[in-house]
């Protein structure tokens, strides 16, 4: 399995919605989604989170049985991983090893992380065969793990969808580590997976999930706008490396410091759980001609967006990434950076969680 591509910009064209909402198609789903949309978020703790993947293999790991798995060519010696931007502290590892999933989260634990975002291609794909052994190391370690929804199985459909997301959480929905809210399972569902289907299809899917697993879903959408508020129980977005191409540290805290407070007034407007990103840094130019990156600044970039989001006062802070080592944004240790990002994680987690959450819109 070589890396994969992925696009984390918001770049769904709205029109199909926006037609929906004229005609009043969305209005005809509004009866089903009545008990969805009167869901009750004030009291929720708030949690940092971070988007982790179970993708990498080696040849001699339980994963990878025989084969290098996402990492390419690996050259231990000169300590350079083809498709990786930088040299994890434990090597090239296998996602499926439980010895290194149990360091994830004792790492995760010492960061002040309590929800592993788990990456999630499909049913018996590489990372499918890795969740079970996940949600078992974070039940030791007193962490929870949810899916990310990476894409649609064809023919991509809203029963698809709705079939995919309802077999999954029959599978992991009541492990004990899995993240609830209200008694509910959550998944987080990636843009990717808007393009796919298209708001209104997402609508119906939604409307699907919670008519087919009992006791319904908490479904966190990869788009801040009125529509997904909409739809979906909650908002966030994967990646803003986009916007923070070419900034300084200081025009980075202008634009958090504009752009977060929207982003949660939004969302406590439509009544939504509020979820905001912070990255490292960003570089994908290992993978990706002519590729993107984002200066890490020493660490000030992520100071800046964490102090920025504390302030908007989210309900919860999502961290791009734990372990995307292809794009260059994990906070794992590594040989460049040690566990600068795990300790700078830690402090700040803890500033955030020991802080009273106050509704935007009261």
């Known amino acids: 399995m070589s890396a994969i591509p992925k696009d984390k910009r918001c770049w769904v064209a709205l029109f199909p919605l ?4 004229v005609s009043g198609g969305v209005a005809s789903h509004d009866e089903g989604l009545s008990e969805h949309a009167r869901q009750n978020y004030s009291a929720m703790a708030r949690k940092v989170l971070t988007f982790y993947y179970p993708w990498y293999g080696v040849p001699d790991g339980p ?7 996402h990492w390419e060519r690996i050259d231990a010696a000169k300590k350079d991983i083809e498709a990786s931007t930088h ?7 296998d996602s499926h090893d439980p010895n290194v999933i149990d360091q994830h989260c004792r790492w995760a634990k010492q960061a002040g992380i309590d929800v592993l975002i788990v990456s999630w291609w499909g049913h018996n794909d590489y990372t499918d065969r890795a969740m079970g052994k996940i949600l078992d190391s974070c039940q030791r370690y007193g962490l929870t793990a949810c899916i990310y929804y990476e894409t649609v199985p064809r023919p991509q459909t809203a029963e698809t969808a709705a079939q995919d997301i309802v077999k999954v959480l029959e599978k992991y929905g009541k492990h004990p580590a899995h993240l609830q809210v209200n ?3 959550v998944v987080f569902v990636y843009g990717r997976t808007l393009g796919e289907l298209g708001l209104p299809a997402w609508l119906k899917a939604v409307e699907l999930i919670n008519k087919g697993y ?3 879903v908490i479904a966190i959408g990869d788009r801040f ?3 997904a508020g909409r739809i979906f129980d909650g908002l966030h977005t994967y990646n803003t490396a986009g916007s923070l191409r070419g900034l300084s540290v200081d025009d980075v805290r202008a634009w958090a410091a504009k752009t977060y407070p929207s982003w949660v007034q939004l969302a406590d407007k ?8 912070v990255i490292p840094g960003y570089d994908d130019t290992k993978i990706r001609k002519p590729g993107l990156a984002v200066q890490r600044y020493e660490g000030a970039l992520y100071r800046a967006q964490w102090e920025e989001a504390i302030k908007a006062a989210p309900h919860w802070i999502l961290v791009t990434s734990f372990n995307e080592w292809h794009e260059g944004s994990e906070i794992e240790p590594s040989l460049e950076y040690k566990q600068q990002y795990i300790e700078l994680t830690a402090k700040y987690s803890t500033q955030f969680k020991s802080q009273k959450r106050i509704n935007t819109q009261r």
Do not use: F
């Not at 040299?87 to 590892?93: D, K, T, V």
């Open 18 to 21: 926006v037609a929906l909402l």
């Open 270 to 277: 439509a009544g939504k759980i509020s979820a905001l990103t």
């Open 225 to 227: 706008s009125q529509e």
């Open 214 to 216: 009992q006791p319904g």
């Open 87 to 93: 040299y994890p502290a434990l090597g090239a590892y």
């Open 63 to 69: 994963g990878g049985a025989g084969r290098t798995v």
């Open 183 to 185: 008694g509910k399972p």
